[in-house]
């Protein structure tokens, strides 16, 4: 039987491998520009070729298709925004207006047919209906149907992504990067280049689809780290990497956004330190590390320095969680690994060695820009209590469900009260204008757990590792750490922003298990501050339509 079981493994694999050559995947030689795999689909929204320069926005349509990728040489169908894994990548200018009209023209049934998109990072003042929670901002959207998201980018610049928040949908491929610039960056004399070629996704890739995965008894672990999806499978590490290319003597603000499921990824550059100036969308003062990890939906722009000898450098993401067998840790034979390329260098792999971290990012190490003080006045003070009980997450010994009508519609039609909100135990109803400080004590089942508060960025007072709090002047991010052991992670944020908001264990499948809540803000200006469009009326009645049919 277990040479049989062995037998059907490598049918598997050859099938899998022969359909990624007859769809023929980008070299990693041309992939250095490219910030995607593109989808073999013949879908007429999907490209068929390597997108080198095919950012949309801020006004665009966006195609959701299913088709054939191969980014790490095992072929497989997937969720692609824009034809592309990662999914197409959305700019825009701060200050702009956003109009992503999302047309979902799925139709694999082994996936999820219905979709939501999430604009993480932006905080939709006035437009807390199109920030994509379905369950707590929306339904979903149905195969055959498209929704038009508009939203402000007001007072906002920096590194931001996208990707399904709808169930696990995200971890089957809808996910990009989405960048909003600053053309009054204060950062903007430390670096220059920043442009399409510097955005860095880290991703990592299931050959199984969510829908069996997420059903799975015990801890879901991925098969490959894709770096702007291209990567290498430790059963078979012979794809294509990732190529970064460098000119000797520049400087370069690479935004780096970890758009995975579930690992964090400790990261490094052979032979180069990173200054980084911006966490999550928020100015930092310059820090330099030579190394830093990077949570599930984090992102940092640092500026590389292009000051070794022409040549070519590992650029290293050991993952946190990964199948151990064979080798699916560590950067054997090129896995978990891009290049990072000088103009003139041979298209050769490097043969650099990996340093020896003497100077890696603590987080209480980062401080603000500009602003730097934690919100105080009168403070509304929260702790949750994380547990894995029953084979379920709880906060406050409650696990998350989706309610079928979302919290917003809920708030719409006439429900004031936390009591009154469904699912019950799971909503909280903040003040208006206070200053919240929510305390999260570590977790260790399944940590460290990266949280992430939707409409706001919040100041972390007390980091993982961090002693004593900071109010002084501590980083201001929407994705945090709760560390392990002993930790007592403690955000404050203002609650400026009415409408109900997802805070959440951004590990994809323990959201789906029950690692959330919702903040529901300032109940009572809900309605005033979030006019809806019929559209997003119609949403429900669709998606209820849908799942009779």
């Known amino acids: 039987m277990l040479r049989l079981g062995a037998f059907s493994r490598l049918i598997v694999f050859l099938v899998a491998t022969l359909a990624c050559v007859a769809s023929a995947a980008p070299s990693a030689s041309s992939a250095s520009s490219a910030p995607s795999v593109s989808s073999a689909s013949s879908a007429p929204s999907a490209s068929s070729t390597p997108s080198t320069s095919s950012a949309i926005g801020p006004v665009a349509d966006l195609p959701i298709v299913n088709g054939k990728v191969c980014p790490d040489g095992i072929s497989r169908d997937a969720v692609l925004p824009g034809g592309t894994f990662p999914g197409t990548l959305i700019t825009g200018k701060k200050g702009d207006n956003f109009k992503i009209n999302v047309i979902d023209q799925l139709t694999n049934e082994t996936m999820l047919l219905a979709t939501s998109i999430h604009w993480h990072?932006?905080?939709?003042?006035?437009?807390?209906?199109?920030?994509?929670?379905?369950?707590?901002?929306?339904?979903?959207?149905?195969?055959?149907?498209?929704?038009?998201?508009?939203?402000?980018?007001?007072?906002?610049?920096?590194?931001?992504?996208?990707?399904?928040?709808?169930?696990?949908?995200y971890c089957d491929g809808l996910r990009g990067p989405l960048v909003v610039y600053d053309p009054e960056d204060p950062h903007a004399s430390l670096y220059d280049v920043d442009d399409e070629s510097t955005v860095i996704t880290l991703a990592d890739w299931y050959h199984t689809a969510a829908q069996v995965l997420q059903n799975t008894v015990g801890a879901v672990?991925?098969?490959?780290?894709?770096?702007?999806?291209?990567?290498?499978?430790?059963?078979?590490?012979?794809?294509?990497?990732?190529?970064?290319?460098?000119?000797?003597?520049?400087?370069?603000?690479?935004?780096?956004?970890?758009?995975?499921?579930?690992?964090?990824?400790q990261f490094q550059i052979d032979g180069h330190n990173m200054t980084i100036i911006e966490a999550d969308g928020q100015n930092t003062k310059p820090l330099t590390v030579d190394k830093l990890t990077v949570f599930s939906a984090q992102r940092y722009s640092f500026v590389l320095e292009a000051n070794q000898p022409i040549g070519n450098y590992w650029m290293r993401a050991d993952?946190?969680?990964?199948?151990?067998?064979?080798?699916?840790?560590?950067?054997?034979?090129?896995?978990?690994?891009a290049i990072l390329r000088y103009d003139g260098a041979p298209e050769e792999e490097p043969t650099t060695t990996q340093d020896t971290s003497v100077n890696e990012l603590q987080e209480y190490n980062l401080h603000p820009l500009t602003d730097p003080a934690a919100p105080d006045g009168e403070i509304y003070p929260l702790t949750l209590g994380l547990n894995?009980?029953?084979?379920?997450?709880?906060?406050?010994?409650?696990?998350?469900?989706?309610?079928?009508?979302?919290?917003?519609?809920?708030?719409?039609s006439g429900a004031q009260n936390a009591q009154d909100l469904l699912p019950a135990g799971s909503v909280y109803s903040?003040?208006?204008?206070?200053?919240?400080?929510?305390?999260?004590?570590?977790?260790?089942?399944?940590?460290?757990?990266?949280?992430?508060?939707?409409?706001?960025?919040?100041?972390?007072?007390?980091?993982?590792?961090?002693?004593?709090?900071?109010?002084?002047?501590?980083?201001?991010?929407?994705?945090?750490?709760?560390?392990?052991?002993?930790?007592?992670?403690?955000?404050?944020?203002?609650?400026?922003?009415?409408?109900?908001?997802?805070?959440?264990?951004h590990i994809d499948w323990h959201l789906q298990n029950g690692l959330a809540v919702v903040f529901a803000e300032d109940i009572a200006d809900t309605a005033v501050a979030n006019p809806v469009p019929?559209?997003?009326?119609?949403l429900c009645p669709e998606y209820a339509a849908s799942m009779e049919a």
């Open 121 to 169: 990072g932006l905080f939709q003042h006035g437009s807390n209906w199109a920030d994509g929670g379905a369950g707590v901002n929306q339904c979903p959207i149905v195969s055959g149907n498209s929704f038009l998201y508009e939203f402000d980018a007001v007072d906002q610049a920096g590194t931001y992504w996208y990707h399904s928040h709808l169930q696990t949908q």
């Open 534 to 538: 019929q559209a997003w009326s119609d």
């Open 221 to 265: 672990t991925a098969d490959a780290t894709l770096f702007n999806g291209l990567g290498r499978w430790a059963g078979n590490p012979t794809s294509d990497l990732a190529v970064i290319k460098v000119t000797p003597g520049k400087r370069y603000r690479f935004r780096l956004i970890n758009i995975a499921c579930d690992p964090n990824y």
């Open 430 to 505: 903040l003040p208006p204008n206070k200053t919240i400080e929510v305390s999260i004590p570590a977790l260790n089942v399944g940590g460290p757990h990266p949280f992430h508060l939707h409409g706001h960025a919040f100041s972390v007072v007390r980091s993982a590792g961090q002693k004593e709090p900071n109010y002084v002047d501590p980083v201001r991010r929407d994705v945090v750490s709760i560390g392990k052991d002993m930790d007592n992670v403690t955000i404050r944020f203002r609650t400026d922003n009415p409408g109900p908001w997802f805070l959440h264990c």
């Open 319 to 337: 993952p946190s969680t990964f199948k151990t067998s064979p080798n699916g840790s560590g950067f054997k034979d090129g896995i978990n690994s």
């Open 388 to 412: 894995f009980t029953g084979g379920k997450f709880t906060v406050n010994d409650v696990s998350f469900e989706p309610p079928k009508v979302p919290v917003l519609l809920q708030i719409l």
